[in-house]
C-alpha cells in the first residue's frame, strides 16, 4: 500500500490499519501497490494514469470533489438521499447533527 504523506492521520491511523490487515507500505515514488489513501484527486485525469491496474483500490472517487466531502450541507444531504431510498437503518453512518436546518 501507499499513503500520502500530507496528513498526519494518513500517516498514522491509516498506515497503521492496513499494517495491521496485513498490507506492506512501499516508497512515495513506487506504484507496486495495491491500495492507496491520499487526498481526493480534483483532476479527473487522474482516474486515466497508464500506471492504474485494474485491482488497484483507491480513495477517491470519480465526480466527487474534494471540497464536498466533510462539507455539512452535503453531508445533510447525503443522509436524506439515503433514508429516503433505504430507511434510517443503513443509514447511521450520518450523524443526526447534520440534518438539522442551517441558520
Not at 12 to 17: E, L, N
Not at 29 to 34: A, P
Not at 56 to 73: F, Y
Request: proline content about 5%.
Amino acid at each position: 500500500f501507499r499513503v500520502q504523506r500530507s496528513r498526519a492521520d494518513y500517516r498514522v491511523t491509516v498506515t497503521d490499519a492496513l499494517e495491521e490487515l496485513g498490507l506492506r507500505q512501499v516508497n512515495e515514488s513506487s506504484w507496486d501497490f495495491d491500495v492507496f489513501w491520499g487526498h481526493q484527486w480534483a483532476d479527473h485525469e487522474a482516474y486515466f494514469d497508464k500506471r492504474l491496474r485494474r485491482h488497484m483500490l483507491i480513495s477517491s472517487i470519480p465526480g466527487l470533489m474534494a471540497e464536498t466531502i466533510g462539507d455539512k450541507d452535503f453531508l445533510g444531504l447525503a443522509l436524506q438521499l439515503c433514508t429516503a431510498q433505504h430507511g434510517q437503518a443503513p443509514c447511521d453512518f450520518v450523524p443526526p447533527m447534520y440534518t438539522m436546518p442551517m441558520q
